[in-house]
């Protein structure tokens, strides 16, 4: 199972944060600033795998993916295999490339609910639903058009509102 989705910026500041696990707010930023502090002081030349058991306990594993200014880490637990959750991170920033043409961290900043819409598509629940970003995508252009037709629908019906005025 996927335990956590993290986002962050090379300074620390967390851009998406999704546990799949309940706990509390401070427990999460204490968690955010814990994985920080390893990504950080990681080499460039070294394995994007890494044991979290300290971190978020027993049989727990983290991987990474840097891109430019922005870090994409997936926290998991042994039933999951980390190749694929590497693979899955490419999906997912591919899905965002995509989205946005070439994403960029203010992109994520003011397209948060986008990104959200994109990482729902690829997880839920922890359970990794597709891999493939083109059916992401469709699934996202679908979604995006549902949201713009019913942003189109009148609630007041227009003899009503000829009827105000």
Not at 74 to 91: G, P
Not at 101 to 120: A, G, P, T, Y
């Amino acid at each position: 199972m996927i335990r956590a989705v993290m986002v962050m910026n090379t300074q620390g500041k967390p851009r998406l944060a999704k546990f799949y696990d309940y706990m509390p707010v401070e427990k999460q930023h204490e968690l955010i600033r814990s994985v920080f502090g390893v990504l950080c002081s990681r080499a460039e030349n070294v394995s994007n795998f890494v044991e979290a058991d300290l971190i978020f306990g027993t049989d727990t594993r983290l991987v990474y993916k840097h891109y430019a200014t922005l870090y994409f880490v997936f926290v998991f637990d042994s039933s999951e295999n980390e190749l694929a959750m590497l693979d899955l991170i490419q999906v997912f920033v591919e899905t965002l490339d995509k989205c946005f043409r070439n994403v960029c961290e203010l992109d994520i900043v003011f397209n948060f609910s986008k990104m959200h819409m994109v990482l729902n598509e690829i997880i839920f629940g922890g359970q990794v639903l597709e891999t493939s970003s083109t059916e992401v995508m469709k699934a996202v252009e679908e979604i995006t058009k549902l949201e713009k037709a019913s942003n189109a629908i009148s609630l007041v019906p227009k003899s009503v509102s000829s009827w105000q005025n």
